[in-house]
C-alpha cells in the first residue's frame, strides 16, 4: 500500500514493519558521521526475533526521478535510521542516483557531500526489471503516429468547429510506408519498437548504440549507422539509457542533420535532449514533428514553450501505463520489499 509516495509500513508510533535480518555495513569514510542501525540492535544482538516490531525501519517507493535521499526524506521525523530497500519506479535502474563506489572524502557533515546515502548506509536495493519492454515500444509507436499523422492537432479541429469541406491538404502528414527509421538504442525496447514498426512498410532501419549488434539488428536488417542516422532517417526513435555519453546527444548540432521532413520521439529519458535546441528546430522548420513521452524537469511547467507548438505531442511519462504492466511492477516490489525484510536475497536487487 502507498501512502505519500512511500510505503505504508514506516517505522514510527503507528506505522511499523518487521525486520528480522542484520544490517549490512559497507566501508565508507561517511559511513561513521551517519546512524544506520537502529540502537536496539545493540541491546538485542545483531539478529531481532521474528517478527518483532522494529522502528525505524521500512522500504519507501523511490518515485520517478527522485534521488535517494528524497525517500529518506519522507520518513516521519525526517528520515530512516535503518532502510531495508528502496523500490525504483517504473522499473529500470537509473543508475545516476547511485554510486557503485566509495564515494570517498573526509568525514565531517551528517551526509556524504554528493548525497550518496545508499553505500555509506549498507541499504539494500531492489528494482523490478524487465516489464516495461512491451508498454513502452507499444506507446512510442503510437506518440510516432499521433505526431507523424498529427492526430492531436485534428483532433482538436474537430472541436473547435476546423473541420468544414474537403481540401486536398488539409491535415497531411507522413506516413511510415517506404520509410527509414532511426533508433537510437537497440536495447530491449528498441528491438521491441522496430519489431511493432515493421508490418507498416518500414523499408530500412538504422541504429546506433555504445557499439554495434548484429545478433539484434539481424532481425530487421537493421544498419549500425552513428552518423548517418539523423541524416537519413524519416523517423528518428530515441530508446537509450541516460548515461553521461548520451546526456543531450540529441541538441542543435543533431538536428541540424535531419530532414525537415523528419519525425523525432524520445521515450527513453529527458535529459538525452536539449529541449531548447528542440524547439528551435519544431519552430523554425529544421524538423517536421516531435513527440516526447519523457521531459526535464517532470512533470513539465504549463507555460513552456515546447507546449505552445501544434507540431509537438507531449505525454506524462506514461510509457508504462498499462493495468498488466503496472500490476506485474507492484508484485515484483512487493516481492523485493518482503524478501529484504526477511532478510533474504530478493529477487531483483541492484548490487551496489
Known amino acids: 500500500m502507498l501512502r505519500g509516495g512511500t510505503w505504508a509500513g514506516w517505522g514510527g508510533d503507528r506505522q511499523t514493519s518487521w525486520s528480522s535480518a542484520r544490517p549490512r555495513a559497507r566501508s565508507c569514510p561517511w559511513a561513521g558521521a551517519i546512524p544506520s542501525t537502529n540502537p536496539g540492535w545493540a ?47 517504473p522499473g529500470e535502474v537509473q543508475h545516476q542516483h547511485f554510486d557503485r563506489k566509495s564515494c570517498g ?13 545508499l553505500p555509506c548506509r549498507g541499504i539494500r536495493v531492489g528494482y ?12 512510442s509507436v503510437a506518440l510516432l503516429l499521433a505526431a507523424c499523422r498529427r492526430l492531436p492537432e485534428a483532433a482538436e479541429q474537430v472541436k ?32 521491441a519498437v522496430a519489431r511493432r514498426l515493421k508490418p ?23 544498419e549500425f ?23 543531450g546527444m540529441c541538441n542543435k548540432d543533431f538536428f541540424s542533420k ?16 536539449n529541449q531548447e535546441d528542440l524547439y528551435d528546430a519544431l519552430a523554425h522548420g529544421q524538423i517536421a514533428a516531435a513527440g516526447l513521452d519523457v521531459t526535464t524537469p517532470e512533470p513539465l511547467p504549463a507555460d513552456h514553450p515546447l507546449l505552445s507548438l501544434k507540431n509537438c505531442v507531449i505525454l506524462p511519462h506514461i510509457g508504462s501505463a498499462t493495468y498488466a504492466t503496472r500490476t506485474t511492477m507492484a508484485v515484483l516490489a512487493a516481492n523485493n520489499l518482503l524478501a529484504g525484510l526477511r532478510g533474504e536475497p530478493m529477487p531483483h536487487e541492484l548490487l551496489l
Open 43 to 89: 541491546r538485542r544482538g545483531w539478529r531481532a526475533a521474528p517478527r518483532r516490531r522494529t522502528r525505524g525501519v521500512g522500504g519507501p517507493w523511490l518515485g520517478r526521478g527522485e534521488p535517494p535521499a528524497a525517500a529518506l526524506g519522507r520518513a516521519p521525523g525526517g528520515g530512516l535510521r535503518t532502510l531495508r530497500g528502496v523500490f525504483l519506479h
Open 105 to 117: 572524502g573526509t568525514p565531517g557533515p551528517r551526509r556524504c557531500p554528493r548525497g550518496l546515502w
Open 128 to 139: 523490478t526489471p524487465d516489464v516495461l519492454t512491451d508498454a513502452t515500444a507499444e506507446l
Open 160 to 191: 473547435t468547429g476546423g473541420w468544414t469541406t474537403w481540401k486536398p491538404l488539409w491535415m497531411c502528414g507522413f506516413g511510415l510506408s517506404d520509410s527509414t527509421v532511426g533508433i537510437i538504442g537497440l536495447g530491449r525496447i528498441g528491438q
Open 200 to 222: 507498416f512498410g518500414v523499408r530500412r532501419f538504422l541504429y546506433t548504440g555504445s557499439r554495434p549488434k548484429p545478433e539484434a539488428a539481424a532481425e530487421f536488417g537493421a
Open 225 to 247: 549507422g552513428e552518423w548517418r542516422l539523423a541524416q537519413e532517417s524519416d523517423f528518428v526513435v530515441v530508446t537509450c539509457a541516460l548515461t553521461p555519453a548520451t546526456q
Open 258 to 273: 535531419m530532414k525537415k521532413t523528419s519525425v523525432f520521439i524520445n521515450t527513453s529519458r529527458g535529459a538525452v535532449v
